[in-house]
């Protein structure tokens, strides 16, 4: 239930070919594959005989591309971006990728993360007479290029990885030369892929590989530049002393369960946080049920665990768009009843484990154990498959103010009375970190508050974003 989930910010895309052709439309299939990465908008930039062209605007991929416009944009390289918007209403001028000319030539540039020292460098831009143009940090890093550059892109991409600090996940086009880059804690995610073609891909979750039919050569790791020309990839590290903090919620959340992360495959991960899930519970329940779509994994681990029947009593009307957009309260409990009705029959008198992938403000959870009550549920036990959300997330995801987080605001018992559960358990940090096989490599700082590098205080985030 999107409105009471955090929020990724980017999908990214970037395809390498050695002729002209209809690259638009796998671009746009590999930015359908990301959609649930972010909806608010989307773009393409390709270069086209030596021009870079672009089209992006808001809305969901299928809204902003129609097929005239896929098919204008041919040529033999491009990059792709959708975004979920964290600065207020959507603009179209804070759409990606952001297409900059500079010295070098033309350079594309899509972005996943958010930089912790943005603002310091902007204001250093703006004394130096740059202008800005969006509400991104992402332009922070296109004006640094700009600036850097002495006639060596490797050389300045570099350089600039030296000055931002923060989470970043870049594809970048430049030229007839495709990059991808790593930020030196590996906080979001790329991977690096090839078709039998010969064509190279980069891309956020390894589901875009597959649905383009490139096979997964790897992961960047943290710290890593890649750089395909000519048909050759080579690849340099420009930081390999920060310890890995990859973001903990893409196997929470945010991935496609069909999604391989850092050689685990997603849905495996999910259903393993379910079986531990299950795990802290002696009770015996009559049914387990998923709080659809996001707890459908860990609710399927649970439930091979326990030996419980695995039942959907949440029936989800999947024709129903963004409800988290809605502005009012009272918009958003009618998105609510539009997008899920309860299975009475399934749910009467029974004693229910209701599993779900996390509790943000706890606001959808309450009014879902509401329904069930009311249509007979006996018992609603409230499972989530991560630890409480109790601090910000500073590197790209919109996490509401501590006041909003209902982890950071109640205790457990409050919270189960607060949404009306008959008990309400949480994973352990400590058994999430285990059921990733990554317990020494994962950022976990909004579930304890120790980020893996220094972070601006939390007023100081919105102030950026204000100031546009
Ligand atoms: S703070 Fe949380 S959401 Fe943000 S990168 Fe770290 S684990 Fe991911």
């Not at 709080?291 to 459908?296: A, F, Q």
Request: proline fraction near 3%; include cysteine.
């Amino acid at each position: 239930m999107e409105h009471d989930k955090l929020h990724e910010e980017c999908g990214l895309i970037g395809i390498w070919t050695d002729q002209h052709h209809a690259i638009g439309e796998k671009l746009y299939d590999g930015l359908i594959s990301l959609q649930h990465r972010g909806q608010e908008s989307a773009g393409i930039a390709v270069n086209q005989y030596g021009q870079i062209v672009q089209y992006k605007n808001v809305g969901l991929v299928n809204e902003v591309f129609d097929e005239d416009r896929i098919n204008s944009l041919a040529g033999s390289l491009g990059v792709g971006h959708v975004r979920y918007s964290t600065t207020g209403r959507p603009d179209r001028r804070n759409a990606q990728p952001l297409v900059t000319t500079f010295k070098g030539g033309q350079m594309a540039l899509a972005h996943n993360g958010n930089l912790v020292n943005a603002k310091q460098l902007r204001d250093e831009l703006i004394d130096d007479g740059y202008t800005f143009e969006t509400a991104l940090d992402t332009e922070v890093i296109t004006r640094l290029i700009a600036k850097l550059y002495q006639g060596d892109m490797a050389e300045t991409i570099q350089q600039v990885c030296s000055v931002v600090q923060g989470a970043y996940a870049l594809v970048l086009m430049v030229g007839e030369v495709l990059y991808g880059i790593r930020d030196p804690y590996g906080l979001r995610p790329l991977v690096l892929g090839k078709t039998p073609e010969g064509e190279w891909v980069l891309a956020s979750e390894t589901a875009t590989l597959d649905l383009l039919g490139a096979d997964l050569i790897r992961d960047l790791a943290k710290g890593e530049i890649v750089e395909i020309k000519q048909g050759e990839m080579r690849s340099w590290m420009f930081d390999d002393t920060k310890p890995q903090a990859f973001c903990s919620f893409e196997f929470v959340y945010f991935a496609r369960p069909d999604s391989i992360v850092e050689g685990k495959t997603v849905l495996s991960v999910r259903k393993q946080l379910g079986a531990i899930l299950a795990s802290y519970d002696d009770d015996t329940y009559d049914l387990v049920a998923p709080v659809p779509d996001s707890g459908i994994a860990a609710a399927i681990g649970y439930s091979h665990a326990a030996k419980i029947p695995y039942t959907t009593v949440l029936m989800k009307n999947k024709y129903i768009g963004r409800t988290f957009l809605n502005p009012t309260q009272e918009q958003r409990d009618r998105a609510l009843r539009l997008k899920l009705n309860v299975q009475r029959e399934e749910v009467f008198g029974k004693r229910i484990v209701l599993v779900d992938d996390s509790i943000v403000r706890g606001t959808t959870m309450k009014k879902l154990i509401h329904q069930l009550k009311a249509a007979g549920a006996k018992e609603v036990h409230v499972r989530i498959s991560s630890p409480p959300v109790i601090h910000a997330c500073h590197f790209g995801i919109d996490t509401p103010t501590n006041k909003s987080l209902i982890g950071a605001q109640m205790t457990h018992a409050e919270i189960c009375r607060h949404i009306g559960a008959d008990s309400l358990k949480f994973l352990e940090i400590r058994d999430m970190l285990r059921a990733t096989g990554m317990e020494k490599a994962l950022c976990k700082a909004c579930f304890d508050g120790k980020y893996p590098m220094a972070v601006p205080k939390t007023a100081d985030k919105f102030v950026f974003e204000k100031e546009i």
